[in-house]
């Protein structure tokens, strides 16, 4: 087995962290296992990890908001680090969570297959993987793929962007598709959050406009 570095595993749910582990080894990393994030940046004592797993509602007094902030102060915000959750599961909370820097938000219970993608995923996005990612900064955009995320980020509904654009809604509905695919996100709101945290578009929207429901988008 390759030894490709450490993945840290912040989760008091055993599930998780067996299944983080076995996700680690199988990739070639070694496993740091951890319950609570209490003073754990101190605990690392500047030994990086190549991803961190953190669970959102962590028991003792720093949640995994906070260790998410902790982590990137100190190791720097190329960081990546994965948000899990079986509890926080709405828009609103991922969307929470991307803006403050996550690079992907997991709900539980999760399948192991996609599980192990997302991490792979990750590790790639990050420089820390086998394969050849493309980095964030180079996500090669089209002007009308910008010009239509623009318009998500504004809170436009599907209908509404191809009437601006004087396109058709099918063909809006392709161009969102590839957004997504390059962005690496699965969904519409986690595409416009993950674009504010790249400075794609500029953070001057609403928050209603982030938690819009798909049903919304049909409007």
Known sequence: MNDCG???????DETTRSAATLVARRLGYHVSAFT???GLPEVLDG???????VEVDLPGESSGLELLRELHDTFGDDCPVI????????????????MLGADDYITKPFDTGE?????????RRAGNGNGNAKPRNTLNLSPREREILALLADG??????????????????????HLLG????????????????????????????LVATPAADDA
């Open 36 to 38: 609570t994030g209490d």
């Open 6 to 12: 450490t993945i840290l595993v912040v989760d008091h």
């Open 182 to 209: 390059k962005l690496g996100v699965h969904s519409r709101t986690q595409a416009v959050a993950q674009a504010f945290q790249l400075g794609l578009v500029e953070p001057d929207v609403t928050a209603h406009i």
């Open 47 to 53: 030994d990086r990890p190549a991803l961190a797993i």
């Open 115 to 123: 599980f192990l993608a997302r991490i792979r995923r990750s590790l």
């Open 83 to 98: 948000l899990v959750s079986a509890d926080r599961t709405s828009a609103l909370d991922c969307v929470a969570g991307f």
């Open 156 to 177: 436009k509904t599907q209908k509404q962007i191809a009437a601006a654009l004087v396109i058709s809604p099918k063909t809006v509905a392709t161009h969102i598709q």
